[in-house]
């Protein structure tokens, strides 16, 4: 009897039902897959035993890792502040491309960026997925799951158009708050609905002493609470641009030590990303 071990499996996604099967990136590693069945013991009077178990609505949960090529994964699952869930099956596959199992109508709920400058590009995405799929099949695909992953190449933080600092390190997080939604007879859930958009980050920014002076200390920082300046941080993973709209600082901490630069760690809050 031979064992399962990770290093001998891959895998892919495709649109929900498609057969154009594609790569999340390089490098891909599935960090947990979950499900539950929802269990309901029923007693009986006079047994201390349950007298029956029924399982309720079924909820699936998946997490996966990679080092993107491009950022075309997140236009696939959706990931935006006017886009619709993106439903796609997720397959494992073996060296053969043999199906080992199939994650049924799968949606990412979060997606989560980081990188510091010169450093590859992670992605981590979080989901759920309607039920799985034994059947034995084989799939094919032109996309591979090898070549070369994003770097983080450049980053600035604009305030009114204007340069107000360069970025040194991100992460950035976003909330899609996907709602299954379950109908009577079915344990299944029938469609996903998309409820508030949430975008957070952090990052550590490069200031001059003008800059600090005049964006962050007046507009940033400043104390009037009617008047806090909203800014912008636009990242460039390699060939692909990845911008942050309209945020606004939430905490922001930095320390002052001589001879070395002043670096501004803030976590803010994003209105809209594009990609």
Do not use: C
Not at 147 to 165: E, K, N, R, S
């Amino acid at each position: 009897m031979a064992y399962m071990v990770g290093h001998g499996y891959r895998v892919f996604y495709t649109g929900d039902g498609g057969t154009n099967w594609n790569s999340f990136g390089v490098g891909t590693r599935v960090s947990s897959l979950g499900a539950s069945n929802n269990v309901e013991r029923i007693f009986i009077l006079g047994q201390r035993e349950a007298g029956g178990l029924v399982p309720l609505k079924f909820e699936g949960s998946w997490s996966i890792e990679t080092f993107p090529r491009n950022l075309q994964v997140l236009e696939d699952f959706g990931f935006g502040v006017q886009k619709e869930a993106g439903i796609n099956d997720i397959v494992i596959v073996d060296d053969a491309n043999s199906v080992v199992r199939k994650l049924v109508s799968a949606v990412a709920q979060r997606a989560t960026l980081s990188a510091r400058q010169g450093e590859i590009v992670r992605l981590s995405l979080d989901g759920l997925y309607k039920k799985n799929d034994y059947t034995t099949a084989t799939i094919t695909t032109d996309d591979s799951d090898e070549g070369t992953p994003l770097t983080f190449a450049d980053g600035q933080v604009t305030i009114d158009g204007i340069t107000a600092g360069i970025v040194q390190s991100f992460e950035v997080s976003i909330n899609m708050n996907a709602n299954p939604v379950y109908g009577l007879g079915s344990r299944f859930f029938k469609t996903v609905v998309l409820q508030a958009f949430e975008a957070e980050g952090r990052a550590t920014i490069l200031t001059t002493q003008d800059e600090y002076k005049s964006f962050f200390g007046a507009k940033i920082l400043n104390d009037d609470t009617t008047d806090l300046g909203l800014f912008d941080i636009t990242l460039q993973l390699g060939s692909n641009t990845l911008t942050l709209t309209a945020n606004l600082v939430n905490e922001i901490t930095h320390s002052i030590e001589p001879n070395e630069l002043v670096l501004l760690d803030i976590v803010f809050y994003a209105k809209k990303v594009t990609f």
